[in-house]
């Protein structure tokens, strides 16, 4: 049951019950006398979408210690996935640094999220391999396998009570990240089972509750939105049974709290913490099985774990010797997220993206440069522009391709990727050498206009002309919705995209930004 509690039961955030491996997927402790003699409460810890703002660890792990320290409530804690990518940390350790300070921490549970498969399923295992923490995804399979790689849920024998985390990451991954699910022919290498991700579940809830779950938590990296597979987490509770509450990703919604109605009718409770550890979820399960959810801002949370702030401090005086190196300086900032720090070049043009598109479409000698919105990561500010920042930017492994596309299929991208258009897309088509109009009522296009680079002059587009387009090898991988898969492929780069938008900043810009991308420079106009 779902209850509204006092400002002073919110309150109760403390206690001492470190747990202990005792199977691969039970960890128990056997409580004292005393303990057992006195009630407390259950407190679980969770963060979502990290993606590398590494200097939150101290900080959840620092409050589960003051928590059990405090000897009134027992206190876990749990990843609920995004964390290898996104940012410096990761993109320059190809997600070693992360985990480094991940172990530290001591998760009681971790789940997959998306961007995990960013460096390939053998770079995920071999870092997950390192993490010393149960891994938990009930819907992760190597390719023709009938069982799931890690195990679908772990069990915590917490005081008197068991709890149960069921992980699971969204199907649409094989999509978002194709190119690490499917070998060059298509076929499909590794498998989220899009087909039984509801079974899936309810099977791990049901499995879960026989092996003597008294509370099941899902930590599902699923998301608010529905996708185009058609998941989304609301969808995932009214079509099961069983679980208690679902602490959520993928969508950096910030949602202290929410319900919504499960199979059998009884409401669930539903919470996001956001992105990049804004907020430190907590969720508070009384001794008589009452739950809430409520988020704490993590600047609000003077609480360190000094084991964590040693590897975090480490790992930046590592970071240091690669990233702080001045390539270019900016007296405007490079605009990614919103005032709401909403992905904003997802659904606009923005000075990041013209900057990092021209860098594209100048290293390949293209007609045309795409980038994905979701391939832009995070703000640059007024000031030195150094290479970690431009890692931020631009943090993914990604390298330059140029290929050979027709008008046609060119108007056919800027369709689909524009058809969510004023909503967030990571497929939105930040661009360069070209310019067009999006009406967000109708769903269309209009004044598709292609640079001459002889004229400097913009002409309309020809559906029945090549041009050569610049992207990133993600493309291949699900990247535009697919719309540039077959084309012909007229030049394969080598350096990885931040090295290229790097170079563009320090000898094409001549390491200084200027008053060219002070502001977006008007290549997409959007019309209701």
Request: net charge negative; glycine share 10%.
């Amino acid at each position: 049951m779902v209850t509204t509690f006092t400002p002073k039961q919110l309150a109760v955030a403390l206690v001492g019950c470190l747990v202990t491996l005792a199977s691969c997927r039970t960890l128990e402790q056997q409580p004292t006398t005393q303990q057992l003699a006195k009630k407390r409460s259950i407190v679980v810890l969770y963060e979502n979408d990290v993606h590398c703002n590494i200097d939150g660890y101290t900080k959840i792990a620092g409050l589960r210690d003051a928590i059990n320290r405090s000897d009134t409530a027992h206190a876990l804690a749990v990843c609920v996935g995004d964390f290898l990518q996104g940012g410096t940390a990761g993109a320059v350790s190809r997600g070693q640094y992360v985990v480094d300070i991940m172990r530290r921490v001591g998760y009681n549970a971790v789940t997959l999220g998306n961007h995990e498969f960013d460096y390939g399923v053998p770079r995920m295992k071999e870092l997950l391999g390192q993490m010393e923490a149960p891994v938990v995804c009930t819907n992760f399979f190597d390719g023709g396998a009938t069982k799931s790689y890690y195990p679908a849920y772990v069990i915590y024998r917490v005081g008197d009570k068991r709890v149960a985390f069921v992980g699971a990451v969204t199907p649409e991954t094989m999509l978002l990240e194709s190119y690490a699910f499917h070998d060059d022919g298509g076929n499909v290498v590794y498998d989220l089972k899009p087909e039984l991700f509801y079974q899936l579940i309810q099977q791990a809830v049901d499995d879960a509750r026989r092996e003597g779950a008294d509370y099941v938590v899902l930590i599902s990296h699923v998301g608010e939105e529905t996708q185009s597979m058609g998941f989304d987490s609301h969808r995932l509770i009214a079509a099961t049974k069983g679980i208690d509450v679902v602490l959520d990703g993928h969508s950096h919604n910030t949602i202290p709290h929410d319900t919504q109605a499960n199979l059998a009718g009884k409401p669930i409770g539903i919470s996001q913490t956001g992105t990049q550890f804004a907020n430190i979820g907590k969720l508070i399960i009384t001794p008589d099985g009452r739950m809430q959810t409520v988020l704490v801002p993590a600047a609000e949370v003077a609480y360190e774990n000094p084991q964590v702030t040693a590897a975090t401090d480490s790992i930046k005086r590592l970071m240091d010797q690669i990233v702080n190196r001045v390539v270019c300086r900016s007296d405007y900032r490079l605009v990614v997220t919103d005032e709401a720090g909403q992905m904003y070049v997802r659904r606009a043009e923005t000075n990041a993206g013209d900057l990092v598109a021209d860098a594209y479409r100048q290293a390949m000698g293209a007609d045309i440069a795409f980038e994905n919105g979701g391939g832009i990561r995070n703000d640059v500010q007024p000031g030195d522009i150094t290479y970690g920042h431009i890692a931020a930017l631009s943090p993914y492994d990604q390298a330059l391709v140029m290929l050979e596309v027709t008008g046609a299929t060119i108007l056919d991208l800027l369709r689909k990727c524009t058809a969510k258009t004023p909503d967030f897309d990571g497929n939105f088509p930040q661009c360069s050498g070209i310019s067009y109009t999006i009406h967000t009522a109708s769903h269309t296009v209009s004044d598709v206009r292609v640079l001459d680079k002889a004229t400097g002059q913009y002409a309309d587009i020809d559906p029945a002309r090549s041009y050569t387009v610049a992207v990133t090898t993600y493309y291949k991988g699900g990247g535009f919705y697919d719309a540039l898969k077959g084309c012909k492929v007229l030049k394969q780069g080598s350096e990885l995209t931040r090295n290229v938008v790097a170079s563009f900043m320090e000898k094409s810009l001549q390491g200084r930004t200027g008053a060219t991308y002070a502001k977006p420079q008007g290549r997409i106009t959007i019309v209701d």
